[in-house]
């Protein structure tokens, strides 16, 4: 598989495979984050999820994209052309059941944000992605128990994606920030002071 990939790097904002356009290739995240997105025939745009170092793009025997594949961060990615993936797919068992393994893990996390949208405050919910970046990011640093990161989305994806307004979203930093769980910088510069405390605070 090695002497079919190939590494490629995108910027901030390259839409990567629009909404029902064939997906060239299929891809590991190496680095950064991808955003997916579905545009509804108004064209108000919805989050649908986002995807992290080692997460898998694409779907095999499943030539277009249900949809819109965008990078949020500057990423990384290993890609593989389809034709060849999929020839190799087919005649190996453990490639399959490794990509049904990882599939599975992304359906759990699927899950997962499902509840925190479903369930949780306002509050729940932004403590709760900023937990999940501060755990999947590969940037992520810590030092001397400050877990410090940049958000990969803007106060207006962000509310996008958690189903909120965009001052309900900085209405909440606020609060985490006068409570002393996180300080905020160059707006979107996060230093999480007491991680368990922000676990706490998205319900966890």
């Not at 932004?126 to 400050?146: A, K, P, R, W």
């Not at 958000?151 to 962000?158: I, S």
């Not at 606020?174 to 160059?186: A, F, M």
Request: glycine residues 6%; hydrophobic residues 35%; negative net charge.
């Amino acid at each position: 598989m090695s002497k079919m990939s190939t590494q490629k790097a995108y910027s901030s904002g390259h839409t990567l495979v629009a909404d029902e356009e064939e997906f060239p290739f299929f891809a590991n995240v190496l680095e950064g984050v991808v955003k997916l997105s579905k545009i509804l025939p108004d064209g108000r745009q919805q989050i649908v999820g986002l995807q992290f170092a080692p997460d898998f793009m694409g779907r095999p025997f499943h030539s277009e994209s249900s949809l819109s594949v965008e990078s949020a961060t500057d990423t990384l990615l290993c890609t593989i052309p389809r034709r060849q993936f999929e020839e190799m797919l087919s005649k190996s068992p453990e490639l399959q059941n490794r990509l049904l393994k990882q599939t599975l893990i992304e359906l759990d996390a699927s899950r997962d944000w499902l509840v925190t949208l479903g369930r949780k405050n306002a509050g729940e919910k932004v403590s709760s992605y900023l937990f999940m970046i501060s755990q999947n990011c590969v940037h992520t640093q810590e030092t001397e128990g400050v877990v410090s990161f940049d958000l990969p989305l803007t106060r207006a994806d962000t509310a996008d994606f958690l189903g909120l307004t965009i001052e309900t979203v900085s209405r909440q930093l606020s609060k985490l920030k006068k409570s002393g769980t996180i300080e905020i910088s160059h707006n979107r510069h996060i230093d999480v002071l007491d991680i368990e405390e922000l676990k706490l605070a998205g319900g966890d």
